[in-house]
Antibody
Framework: QVQLVQSGAEVEKPGASVKVSCKAS????????LHWVRQAPGQGLEWMGW????????NYAQKFEGRVTMTRDTSISTAYMELSSLRSDDTAVYYC?????????????????WGQGALVTVSS | EIVLTQSPGTLSLSPGERATLSCRAS???????LAWYQQKPGQAPRLLIY???SRANGIPDKFSGSGSGTDFTLTISRLEPEDFAVYYC?????????FGQGTKLEIK
């Protein structure tokens, strides 16, 4: 069965960087886009961008351009999201989510499986 | 960026009733690219509907989606206790995906 298992909670200081991992299993890792979505405490969902695990190509939300980097290691079916220059309003649960259809069919897709989320707390 | 506005913010209904949730887009969205998710406290979102009206795997037929252009609707018939949650719409019609702010469905 498809599983996305994320790394654990992190506490970081303002100005620092954080790197969250997302290990995929149960499907062909390189066959589907991997998206990142965050949710601040008590707030809604915010899309951050996607990575094509096959090519390494990325597409970031304009809000995060210059601060976010999405990478992957195909040898261990793991994707990473690094956010730099952290601020207190970056405190959120960060989710990875799998695109529902292969990019060969459509690069525009809903998300059919989600990781359990990783809480990142930014505090001095 | 396409802005999605969901209404109402909170919907209070009783089990057995029918829920109608709205999602309005700031510009026309192809119905192929509109999804609905359910999120319960402490859990990740779950895909309910994609392509505006297609149910995801394992989603019961009490959940239905409709709409086109700028107005989309999620309908939940015969509410059960486990249906009370927050619901989000999402558009993936452009390279910049966006979510609505959510509708909280609570027990009356």
């Amino acid at each position: 069965q498809v599983q996305l298992v994320q790394s654990g909670a992190e506490v970081e200081k303002p100005g620092a960087s954080v790197k969250v991992s997302c290990k995929a299993s149960g499907y062909t890792f390189t066959g589907y886009f991997l998206h990142w979505v965050r949710q601040a405490p008590g707030q809604g969902l915010e899309w951050m961008g996607w990575i094509n695990p096959n090519s390494g190509d990325t597409n970031y939300a304009q809000k995060f351009e210059g601060r976010v980097t999405m990478t992957r290691d195909t040898s261990i079916s793991t994707a990473y999201m690094e956010l730099s220059s952290l601020r207190s309003d970056d405190t959120a649960v960060y989710y990875c989510a799998k695109g529902a259809v292969p990019p060969g069919i459509s690069v525009l897709t809903a998300f059919d499986y989600w990781g359990q989320g990783a809480l990142v707390t930014v505090s001095s | 960026e396409i802005v999605l506005t969901q209404s109402p913010g909170t919907l209070s209904l009783s089990p057995g009733e029918r829920a109608t949730l709205s999602c309005r887009a700031s510009q026309s969205v192809s119905s192929r690219y509109l999804a609905w998710y359910q999120q319960k406290p402490g859990q990740a979102p779950r895909l309910l509907i994609y392509g505006a009206s297609s149910r995801a795997n394992g989603i019961p037929d009490k959940f239905s989606g409709s709409g086109s252009g700028t107005d989309f609707t999620l309908t939940i018939s015969r509410l059960e206790p486990e249906d009370f949650a927050v619901y989000y719409c999402q558009q993936y019609a452009s390279s910049q995906y966006t979510f609505g702010q959510g509708t909280k469905l609570e027990i009356k």
